[in-house]
């Protein structure tokens, strides 16, 4: 197989401990390997005066499954922006696919490569919707995917909680649940509070009962968190908060950090849980209270959701709260549905606006938490996309974090009251580069137990991004040089260059299959589709993938 060398490059390493040698990177058989000094490789690429990074890892974002396709529909307006956007593409290994919020399967995978990324997550996989959620993510071009399962709303769930089942019965759930649909993690949205919607409440706090099951948030965090560390499964507990977008929420959210008791949690778009009621408009940042938590609670990681400003849509298995929000709608218009009585769907077009008090003081806050946590490695950027913004808005991101006097220019655009009170205004910090290939990389792969991926070290994959130094970071990140996905080079210059297929990451738990029968007389009871029919077996998630690479996480020894 031929060897390619990437020489002379700035290379930026953080799970190795590698800060801005100059070094080379060498790969072949699509992973990074050690050559001699003198060794001559097929290939050699002169990469001085780059950045030399892993590949970017978008941990949290929709890119499949029911709700994606349902805010693609309810948007032609997104699909039809531009000169002609069903044309076809002058690079004729692109095929034609348009939409900037949600864009087609095969522009998310374009648009991810261009800017560096290699994988993307989704974190909101409906049990019952799990082949589509494969099939559209096996779609998508070049990037790695994986998605995590929502659970704690369903009817299965909350009834074995309230009528007290052993908790080893609702662990084998969970384990088969993962197993069935192919997953790598678990995500639980407003727990409880999506089945509590349907049962009229409107709010669901904490520790407030759900009116129907009589359980609490609080015990469905912890009996989520609880068996995942059971199962082994790496990635924690992925916990989309109470009350989201509540003014006030802090509390709720501080609840959840205490919910786990210690047990890994990941709280996700947090930038939507950390509002206070200060103020004479009753909404302010809580953002330093936020950060002094998760400095203190090492067991918690996060991701931000940072607002971008501009026209996107929210899609979200929060029914209860989007349906609250669809007021807010603009254009105005928005969808609710109901999966299966698994989860939930809202989906609701927003357009952030400077000029707007509540967005200008949300876009701040997602600042904040970014500037004011101190260890990178429990912060992974995201804008939650589509909910705060596209993913492309992501080297714009990036500018803002490293540098100061470009978000003070920023943050003076805003609402007058915001501009001149906003505790942004007195954070010096910049990120540097290595924080931010910690926050972009090293970190999400370690947060999701990804081995050989986030990472340079001999025996990774050769997923790579070269990009040329640039003191204007946002151009520097919008465009590498280069990038590599299993040591190919798919995009030179912001021009995709080959299309492989990505793999799916999924993890495979071990359960108890006797939990079997239970699940069978649930499914042949309440299910539209035959159990038997229900478990995604390996060769067919291969075939959902378009033949990609079936990439199991292994899973640690549970600690019961
Ligand atoms: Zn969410
Ligand atoms: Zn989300």
Redesign the pocket.
Known sequence: MSTVRLRGGRVIDPTNGVDSDLRDVCMRNGRIVAMAAGEKADHDIDATGCIVLAGGIDMHTHIGGGKVNLARMLLPEDHRAGGNPIARPDNLLELASCGTCTPGTLATGYRYVEMGYTAAFE??MVPANARHTHMEMGDVPILDHGAYVMLGNDELFLRMLAEREDFQRIRDYMGWTIHASKAMGV?V?NPGGISAFKFNQRKLDVDENHVHWQVTPRHVVHTLARALRELGVPHPLHI?GSN?GVAGNIQSTLDTINALDGLPGHL??IQFHVYGTEGPKKFSSAALQLAEAVNANKNISIDVGQIMFGQTVTA???TMRQHANADLGSPRKWIGADIECDAGCGVVPFRYRQQSFVNALQWAIGLEIFLLVDDPWRVVLTT?HP?GGPFTSYPHLIRLLMDRSFREEQLARLHPDVAANAALKSITRELSLYEIAVMTRAAPAKLLGLKDRGHLGIGAAADIAVYREQADREAMFTTPDYVFKDGTLVARAGRITAVPTGGTHFVAPDFDRSIEPILRKHWATHGSVHFDHVAIGRDELCSCCHGGRLLPTACFEGAS
């Open positions: 974190p909101a995500k949205v989309h989201l996700t778009h979200s298995g929060d939650d909910n």
